[in-house]
């Protein structure tokens, strides 16, 4: 055991060097050049070199996989399908009763497409439950699709701040609405705080209330260990798990839906088109019933598929336990670093004995607007982080409550308009598998350094009239990092 473990950590430390876009250089407001520091993973995540690798070997034999009888097309048919096989694996989830297909091109194609199929598969229920730390791609389809959405509330019994869904909550709803509630809808862990839910707790509570469970794994796929199914209690597997490959180590690639094959079979597919018919005639159709087929209309995203079924592959050979326990350090030393930093707010519980986090912290400092701080790590530290609300308004405002009426009081009535989106939101530092103790060391001095030379800092940009901050004298040379244009020039020497 520990040999694989030992082997297992090798692979880690290769994989975590083999990456693309960790050398990339930029040149600083001070004139400086230095290699970027990817704080930015929970948005998106970098492209794992061996997924690269792949796929560049199989684009030697792509092909459509609607195609059949040459050598390519049985090459990338037989691979394509081995990817939706490898999801399903790596996700815990028995191929015998549940499905995986690709959709769109992330996580919110996913959900739409669920909150469509969940509607018409229980008519009936017209209520979905969902937490108020929902991001909106696991929000508004329900509301649009589904029926009347209830925010659950979080847990505060703590007394600090909130930290998972509030199981209680969940349940007085449960039982209010008891033959409405058609499923429960969560994500597995933040994309603000990273908090992580219990989702086999919820999912055998919602069970015993006869709702399904859905979760969104936008950001738990990356990052922890999934079974979807095989619990010695049936109740604590899921339903669906819903995520996106540019969030799993592979940009460019679909969003996945893994799904019971008995609630998909019981509707006619929300999609319609070719590959998905096993006959078509001018007064009637009829449909495949063999998956993945029948939820698959059009030509797919293959090569996308194929990358991200390699990146899995790979972090499978790592062990999603090892990869979690590994980040979940980083998070913790980057946490309670961050809280020895006079005037930095952490948002969400940081008791990490009290509520587990994975991926991302989002954090103000007292007195600097959150887009100031994003713009002065980027342009005086090369640290790229994610500000503002970050797609989950609700819960942002909620955990920026008392920093917002403190902010406020400050702010004359006819200003306040203008000035909201400078005040409402926080800075996000967010982690992948390729960061290291050195990207927090980066980051904690920087944020020290911010800290000290708040004014000096202050003085050198301006807000424009989109409300965003602006340097006073620097700005990027976009052209001269990257154009598609001048790439190609300089490839075909012209
Ligand atoms: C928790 C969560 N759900 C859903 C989404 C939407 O994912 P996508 O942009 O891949 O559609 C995101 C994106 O940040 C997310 O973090």
Redesign the pocket.
């Known amino acids: 055991m520990t040999d694989i473990i030992q082997s297992e950590n090798a692979l880690l430390k290769k994989i975590k060097n083999d990456f693309i876009g960790l050398d990339t250089v930029y040149t600083l407001a001070d004139g400086r050049k230095t290699t970027r520091v990817y704080l930015d993973s929970?948005?998106s995540t970098l492209m794992m070199g061996p997924a690269y690798d792949i796929l560049e070997e199989f684009l030697d034999h792509y092909a459509n996989s609607h195609s059949v009888l040459h050598f390519s097309a049985k090459i990338t048919t037989s691979q394509y399908e081995w990817a939706h096989q490898r999801v399903l694996s790596f996700l815990g989830a028995d191929p015998e009763k549940y499905t995986c297909f690709f959709t769109?091109?992330?996580?919110?194609?996913?959900?739409n497409r669920l909150a469509r199929v969940l509607r018409d598969y229980r008519k009936e229920k017209d209520i979905v439950l969902i937490s108020i730390m929902?991001?909106?791609?696991?929000d508004l389809p329900h509301r649009k699709h589904a029926g009347k959405v209830i925010h659950i509330s979080l847990d505060n019994s703590a007394q600090g701040q909130p930290g998972c869904l509030d199981i209680r909550a969940l349940e007085k709803n449960l039982d209010k609405y008891k033959d409405r509630v058609n499923y429960v809808s969560i994500?597995?862990?933040?994309?603000v705080t990273g908090i992580i839910n219990p989702i086999y707790d919820i999912a055998e509570l919602a069970h015993s209330y006869g709702a399904l469970i859905l979760i969104?794994g936008?950001?738990t796929a990356a990052h922890m260990p999934v079974q979807m199914s095989g619990h010695s209690n049936p109740d604590r597997d899921l339903d669906a798990f819903?995520?996106?490959g540019?969030?799993t180590y592979v940009p460019g690639s679909p969003?996945v839906v893994v799904c019971r094959k008995d609630i998909l079979l019981s509707i006619e597919p929300e999609e319609l088109g070719g590959g998905m018919v096993d006959d078509v005639f001018i007064d009637k159709y009829i449909i495949k019933d063999n998956f993945p087929d029948r939820e698959e209309a059009g030509t797919p995203n293959i090569p996308g598929a194929i990358a991200l079924a390699a990146a899995i592959e790979v972090m499978d050979k790592i062990g999603m336990d090892i990869i979690y326990h590994e980040e979940d350090e980083l998070v913790k030393n980057t946490m309670e670093r961050m809280k020895t930093i006079q005037d930095i707010a952490i948002y969400g519980e940081t008791d990490i004995s009290k509520c587990s986090r994975a991926g991302s912290i989002s954090f103000n400092i007292k007195g600097m607007d959150h887009g100031l701080v994003a713009s002065v790590l980027n342009d005086y530290f090369n640290i790229a982080v994610r500000n503002e609300c970050?797609?989950?308004h609700p819960y942002v405002k909620e955990l920026i409550l008392d920093d917002l009426l403190e902010a406020v009081t400050d702010i004359p009535d006819n200003e306040l308009e203008s000035k909201y989106k400078l005040i409402a939101g926080m800075v996000r530092a967010s982690f992948g598998i390729y960061n290291k103790h050195e990207d927090v060391d980066a980051l904690i001095s920087a944020l020290k350094q911010i800290v000290t030379q708040k004014n000096e800092f202050k003085q050198l940009y301006h807000v424009d009239e989109t409300g965003n901050y602006v340097h006073n004298t620097f700005k990027i040379d976009i052209e001269n990092n990257f154009s598609v244009s001048n790439a190609i020039n300089s490839l075909l020497n012209i």
């Open positions: 929970t948005a769109g091109s992330g996580t919110t194609a996913g959900i929902e991001h909106h791609s696991n994500t597995g862990i933040s994309n969104d936008a950001q819903i995520f996106s540019h969030k969003g970050f797609c989950a």
